[in-house]
Nanobody, 121 residues
Framework: VQLQAFGGGLVQPGGSLRVSCAAS????????MGWFRQTPGKEREFVATINRSGAITYYADSVKGRFTISRDNAENTVYLQMNNLKPEDTAVYYC???????????????WGQGTQVTVSS
């Protein structure tokens, strides 16, 4: 499956942004989807994951209550709605696909190219 993330940008602290990830290739609905983020000099960090049907989601503690992951299997797209953004949310956000429900980046086989999210006044 090929993944392409988009929708990043510059937003002020307290603002909202939605990033999207479009999938093509093999059956999107057969994959668990996840979002990770990375800043320079740091390891890639788990943000959120969603199971195949969209009924089960997991979040990193740092984003719980502020971010929402969702998916539209008919549109082959996964979303990450980010509210009440903080400067520490600044990172490149990556979408990824896995055959298992996991919060570990090593379990995700396919990765998008990343989209930059910058939270700054």
């Amino acid at each position: 499956v090929q993944l392409q993330a988009f929708g990043g940008g510059l937003v002020q602290p307290g603002g909202s942004l939605r990033v999207s990830c479009a999938a093509s290739g093999r059956a999107f609905s057969s994959y668990v989807m996840g979002w990770f983020r990375q800043t320079p000099g740091k390891e890639r960090e788990f943000v959120a994951t969603i199971n195949r049907s969209g009924a089960i989601t997991y979040y990193a503690d740092s984003v719980k209550g502020r971010f929402t992951i969702s998916r539209d299997n008919a549109e082959n797209t996964v979303y990450l709605q980010m509210n009440n953004l903080k400067p520490e949310d600044t990172a490149v956000y990556y979408c990824a696909a896995s055959r298992v429900v996991s919060t570990f980046s090593s379990d995700f086989e396919y990765w998008g190219q990343g989209t930059q999210v910058t939270v700054s006044s």
